[in-house]
């Protein structure tokens, strides 16, 4: 029996992350404390229903478990670059030196104070500045030795590494829920293929004991024509009904062993296939690749999002860097320890080197600055940087393929959905027509044979061509459901 609902086959997404969340939730509770159910558990019911069974299917796969507990991971990774990524405040004594004499002791330190603030352009502050804490007398600060430092980058390569590590730790986090998505729809569609089958098994069997039940008739007509249990024609149709009985009798045999199976894979209890499957109504569902479905559409999206990260790579790996330093001496050595302001800029480009920086005086009755300057050159990174820029082509027309590849596949993709869509319809409305002309000859049948008109060999052969019938109309709806599943896989959640 087939019940009806409406439901859109391309927006139904039959297992997608928000539907498994009390999957997952539950499987957070089984790997830490498992379930070992008892027999009376299992046996509640004859024929569980197939959400039934397909809940205990999914809650059952390896699979499933294992994402789980790569998306907790991933999610931990991202916490910790979040972490790594953010404001860092780092509070140190510096070396204490305790000196000890005959009538005072005294403690000196330098404690130091640094200020990490990443999303300023990696811009690093710090101070320090020494101190003397002697028996009897208060804390002295030795103000003449102390030191402020400031750096930072004035080019955006930090701040772009920084938004690159952040979105490829969002991007993996998104990836490890969409995998375990897929793998929820991999296995609900495996599910639904296996019970497919073992339709098709039962199928197979009832045409097995509809052959079986045709050589009985033939046998009750060799009967009816004479034919004496002796002779060749009698011998030889009874030979075929019992060969043709054995083959019924082994085909249900290996449908009862492959239900066992499952049924231990679903962790229920059962002796026969559901009779009541749920349907889609395919036909009011719309086709394949309508309204914005090609936004989501898996390849496209990897290839956009392949694309993009290359792009913020190549940025955050420029060839052009610029920094800039100041800080606040107070006892400078080399300006006759004069109190001076401190700056510098540092600059690099393919392989050379440039740094710039000044000592400005601050006390004293001498106002001369005091320059410095770097340069350096390294061979090795220059020679490099022409096949860096090589590799950088090359990646841009590779993401550019990916793209154009993609498109095809879309293309190509939605005609195949779309003919298989078609072939699902026919195939579903032709079962359903092959099922009403057998149900109306089993009716028949069954008052004929009621009436003494027919054997009851012809009466249960039209009762078993009926019910193979009414597997078919399951096995076409079965496959809707899996084309549906298809469908989903072929686009990616948010």
């Known amino acids: 029996m087939v019940t009806t609902t409406h439901r859109d086959c391309f927006n139904y997404r039959p297992m997608s992350y928000s539907r498994i969340k009390p999957l997952v939730i539950a499987l957070f509770g089984t790997l830490c404390f498992p379930h070992f159910a008892s027999p009376q558990d299992t046996q509640q019911s004859e024929v569980p229903g197939i959400e039934q069974l397909l809940a205990g299917y999914l809650e059952r796969d390896a699979g499933i478990k294992e994402l789980v507990l790569k998306m907790r991971q991933t999610e931990l990774e991202r916490n910790r670059t979040g972490i790594e990524q953010g404001i860092n405040v780092n509070l140190s004594t510096g070396i204490m030196r305790l000196m000890f004499s005959e009538e005072t002791s005294s403690l000196d330190v330098v404690p130091r104070a640094e200020l990490e603030l990443p999303s300023l352009n990696g811009t690093n502050i710090s101070i320090s500045v020494p101190m003397t804490v ?59 293929e296996t019970l497919r089958s073992l339709y098709e098994h039962e199928a197979d069997a009832l045409s097995k004991e509809e052959e079986a039940y045709t050589k009985e008739i033939e046998l009750a007509l060799a009967q009816s024509q004479g034919y004496p249990p002796s002779s060749v024609r009698y011998r030889t149709v009874e030979l075929e009904a019992a060969h043709a009985h054995r083959a019924a009798e082994r085909q249900h045999h290996i449908f009862h062993r492959n239900l066992s199976i499952f049924a231990r894979d679903c962790g229920a209890f059962m002796t026969k296939l559901p009779e009541n499957v749920t349907e889609l109504n395919i036909e009011e569902a719309g086709e394949f690749g309508q309204n914005d479905e090609k936004l989501r559409f898996a390849a496209l999206e990897s290839a956009k999002w392949q694309a993009y990260l290359g792009k913020m790579t190549r940025d955050a790996e420029g060839n052009f ?77 590779r993401e550019a393929l990916a793209l154009t590849n993609a498109e095809r596949n879309w293309e190509e993709t939605v005609d195949a959905m779309r003919e298989e869509r078609a072939d699902l319809i026919w195939e579903k409305t032709r079962s359903i027509e092959q099922h009403k002309l057998y149900r109306e000859l089993a009716n028949d049948t069954t008052a004929w044979y009621h009436r003494g008109v027919i054997s009851e060999s012809e009466w249960r052969k039209t009762s078993i061509n009926e019910k193979r019938a009414r597997y078919q109309i399951l096995i076409a709806e079965l496959a809707i459901r899996i084309h549906f599943i298809n469908a989903a896989l072929c686009f990616v959640e948010d």
Request: charged share 25%.
């Open 321 to 397: 860097g610029l920094s800039a330093k100041g800080g606040f001496t107070a006892h400078n050595t080399y300006l006759t320890k004069r109190t001076s302001a401190d700056i510098g800029l540092t600059l690099d480009w393919k392989g050379v080197g440039l740094s710039l920086g000044a000592e400005l005086p601050l006390s004293g009755t001498n106002k001369t600055p005091a320059f410095t300057l770097s340069f350096n050159f390294n061979t090795r990174t220059q020679r490099l940087s022409t096949f860096q820029d090589a590799e950088k082509k090359i990646a841009l027309e």
């Open 134 to 192: 002697g028996s009897g007398t208060a804390a002295s600060f030795d103000v003449e030795n102390a030191q402020i430092a400031l750096s930072t980058e004035l080019t955006t390569r930090a701040q772009k590494q920084r938004k690159l590590d952040l979105i490829k730790a969002d991007r993996a986090l998104l990836e490890a829920k969409r995998a375990l998505n897929v793998q929820a729809l991999t296995a609900e569609k495996l599910f639904f």
